[in-house]
């Protein structure tokens, strides 16, 4: 309730002042972060887009990126269609290569991976060798740069994208690749309460497919994360 009355004060002081040279960097801090946990993702598409516009035109950059990213995150998790969110991936990478916003770029890849890993329905062997080799050299890189929050998305969305596809034990163990990354992280990837919710469909399906008692344990744990995070912010995790 604080957060979301400090991001209502923000935008309200924002509009009252007419800083526009501000809006950039406020509204990737409350439809990006903030209002992401308390409204409908799709919600928040449309101020995240005014964000970067606005970012773009004022010559704050960064932020107007920052924007771009949240838009794709929100994009991905409010289940758009995933040519659109494809098309506004390589539209947004483009400019952030442009304007040399690497580590941002690089924090859009995971969602990325995850929409190309879905889309791709060739059986191309060409194709899939080639989308795979490209995959294992993200990984690589994000591995030596020691880049935690990055590796963290790409076991998040990686378990998810498995979850989908119906392997489940892949799925279960990037969740513990995940939680062992999360022991030497001072936050971790949320993702406004999505993380949990695909952790206990991913426990619950190896439960259903196991004898073990462990798996039901997990998913009991996760469930009272998810009941949390349903107070918090009803229309996304209800």
């Known amino acids: 309730k604080g957060a979301e009355y400090v991001g209502g004060l923000s935008i309200g002081i924002l509009e009252k002042l007419k800083a526009q040279e501000y809006l950039s960097q406020v509204y990737a801090c409350t439809y990006g972060g903030i209002f992401g946990w308390i409204r409908n993702f799709r919600l928040n598409l449309e101020n995240l887009l005014l964000g970067y ?42 400019k952030m290569i442009e304007y040399n916003q690497k580590a941002v770029y690089r924090s859009m890849l995971p969602v990325r991976r995850a929409v190309s890993d879905l889309i791709l329905s060739t059986q191309d062997p060409l194709v899939m060798a080639k989308n795979s080799a490209e995959q294992n050299a993200f990984l690589q890189q994000v591995v030596e740069e020691n880049n935690l929050v990055t590796l963290c998305d790409i076991y998040i969305l990686g378990g998810i994208v498995a979850y989908i596809y119906g392997r489940y034990e892949l799925a279960a163990a990037l969740v513990q690749k995940r939680y062992e990354l999360e022991k030497n992280m001072s936050r971790t990837s949320l993702y406004c309460g999505m993380t949990a919710f695909y952790d206990g469909l991913i426990f619950l399906a190896m439960a259903r497919n196991s004898s073990e008692f ?16 349903e107070q918090i912010g009803k229309s996304n995790n209800e």
């Open 214 to 229: 462990e798996w039901s344990s997990k998913v009991s744990n996760v469930l009272s994360n998810v009941k949390i995070f």
């Open 53 to 94: 516009q606005t970012g773009m035109q004022t010559g704050d950059v960064q932020h107007a990126m920052f924007n771009a990213a949240f838009y794709i995150k929100l994009s991905f998790s409010s289940g758009l269609n995933l040519r659109e969110v494809e098309r506004n991936i390589e539209k947004f990478g483009r």
